[in-house]
């Protein structure tokens, strides 16, 4: 659905208005960039509505950043393609090959999230209404700790 809705203008952008040749790289990543850029527009202005400054909101940073990881991750399969051959892959490596890219895509957001989310977690006054999500992950493992810790203590005890 958003795929759509924001890459129908990047591709106006860069086909119709920049007529770069569709099946050229750059067109590639410029449809890349374009609908990212698009997209931290978007969430800039929810931003701006809920009294985040220009200055302060991280929403066009966050979604470009995006458009890069992306490019990087291009990169890396490229290579992988180019230095292993169809031929000389295996079910082991395509696996292998998952488990990096699902620890990429997780380092990657750890990285480049904070710049979105902080502003916005900044604003939080610790009331119901500032709360980003309706519960807290941090009472949820303090919860977890408090059923844990009299067994560990009953366990020290007899120990």
Not at 1 to 27: C, E, W
Not at 68 to 91: M, N, T, W
Request: some cysteine.
């Amino acid at each position: 659905m958003y795929r759509q809705t924001f890459g129908s203008p990047a591709r106006f952008l860069v086909d119709d208005i920049l007529r770069i040749p569709k099946n050229h790289i750059v067109a590639r990543y410029a449809k890349i960039l374009s609908t990212f850029f698009i997209s931290g527009l978007l969430h800039l202005s929810t931003d701006i509505a809920v009294g985040i400054g220009l200055s302060e909101s991280g929403s066009i940073r966050f979604f470009c950043t995006q458009a890069l990881g992306i490019s990087l991750e291009d990169g890396v399969q490229a290579l992988y393609h180019y230095f292993i051959p169809k031929e000389q892959r295996c079910s082991k490596t395509d696996h292998l090959a998952k488990i990096i890219g699902y620890a990429w895509l997780g380092v990657f957001l750890a990285w480049s999230t904070p710049i979105w989310a902080f502003p916005a977690m900044r604003r939080n006054g610790g009331e119901a209404k500032d709360l980003i999500l309706p519960f807290s992950i941090m009472k949820f493992f303090a919860g977890i700790a408090s059923l844990i810790q009299p067994v560990h203590d009953d366990a020290v005890k007899r120990g």
